[in-house]
């Protein structure tokens, strides 16, 4: 006998991948800009917090693409939301691009630049000509798509995607694309008197009132597993509804619990990742009096579970009015999450119609970065970092003001002339 073993190579999870730096496992985010900023991609079990804009529509946009990400690499989707519609939302997802496009819209990129550098002969100033911009890197990453903001996704790709919904008032899986017609399912929901009638059996009145003596073996047999999961699931119900007291976090955090129990996002297996995408988190649709505690509560327990499984998180949130509610939340809630990223947005301020601000749409702060399974956490090469929200992607580069010609022409005069008016006439000048 030999001591020869053959290696088996486990299959990484749809879309991921380990990262060289840092040896986690990986997903994309949706956007190859951001994953630039993050190292990468989202580890998996973190919780990225998207704290939004004012006007609430860049943060959006992320979250399309998250969401878009995960029905391209065929992931289990999970979106909640009180002020949006989930549905809606979905339909609204972004089109991917494909590798041909994608390689053209790299082509166009690198030309713009470099007519850019050549038009005025400097890109910022003479000493960062040849500094890299943050969007120069994604061409390297090995996971993740591009996508078209100008295009919606094909509804067939939407029918064959594992995603449920929750709204507070609807949740179950994505029905957006199938027909009208009543499913088994749809039917046990309906009641006894409104349910349609089964052909064949509408002059039978009889054999539906039998002795429930001769029906009660047969369903005790059938129901044993319903029973257990239906008995677990209404505990649990009643547990959660004790510790929070809005009852709407208890039902969304049950809900995002049931499904991240299934066996393909057992963590140590490699079958698959859980997308959950929670937009408009602690929105005034949730206050009531007890609205900080249980925010807290509802963070805690959901970190706790994103971490003992195959999921990844994305939140966004109103923290401009969460802070105006009670600025004590705010570092608290972020320290309830491994990634806080601030979009400033310039809509509706003076920075709007600045002109040193005129290409970018608003500021991106990174307020928090975690070492996840690792020694060292990843930091980008600068912090000043600047968003556009351009018609066809959303990209994030490298703040910086543009170089002031005009305006150096005309300050040595400005100067001069305040020196001499400020001197006397008679005194003489030394140099």
Known sequence: ?????????????????????????????????????????????????????????????????????????????????????????????????????????????????????????????????????????????????????????????????????????????????????????????????????????????????????????????????????SSTKTGSQESQSQVFHNARYGNLLNDIQHLLRDESFVAGTKKNLCRVCLTSLGSPLWYDEHFGEDLIKFLTLLMASVRNCNSVCLITMPMHLIAKYDASLVPKIRQLVDYAIELESFAGSERETHPAFKEYSGLLHLHKMSALNTLAVHMPDTTDLAFKLRRKKFVIEKFHLPPELQESTAKPDSCISGVLSNSNASASLDF
């Open 1 to 229: 006998m030999t001591s020869f073993r053959k290696r088996t190579v486990q299959k990484p999870i749809r879309g991921t991948r380990t990262s060289p730096h840092t040896a986690q496992v990986i997903t994309s985010s949706g956007n190859p800009y951001l994953d630039v900023v993050i190292g990468g991609g989202l580890p998996m079990g973190s919780i990225c917090l998207i704290e939004e804009d004012r006007f609430m529509t860049h943060a959006k946009v992320l979250a399309k693409y998250f969401l878009a990400e995960g029905v391209l690499s065929k992931q289990e989707i999970f979106l909640g939301s009180l002020d949006d519609l989930p549905a809606e939302m979905l339909r609204c997802l972004p089109k991917p691009l494909t590798e041909l496009e994608t390689e053209v819209e790299q082509q166009e990129e690198q030309q713009a630049q470099g007519a850019g550098g050549t038009e005025n002969g400097l890109r910022i100033a003479w000493r960062y000509n040849d500094l890299p911009l943050v969007n120069s890197e994604h061409a390297t990453a090995k996971i993740g798509h591009h996508f078209n903001l100008m295009e919606q996704m094909d509804s067939m790709m939407l029918y064959y995607a594992n995603t449920t919904m929750w709204d507070d008032n609807y949740k179950g899986i994505l029905e957006l694309f199938k027909s009208s017609s009543p499913t088994p399912s749809t039917l046990e929901q309906q009641p006894v008197e409104d349910a349609p009638p089964i052909p064949g059996e509408e002059n039978t009145p009889l054999e539906k009132t039998q002795p429930q003596e001769e029906n009660s073996a047969n369903n005790n047999n059938n129901n044993n597993s319903s029973s257990v999961t």
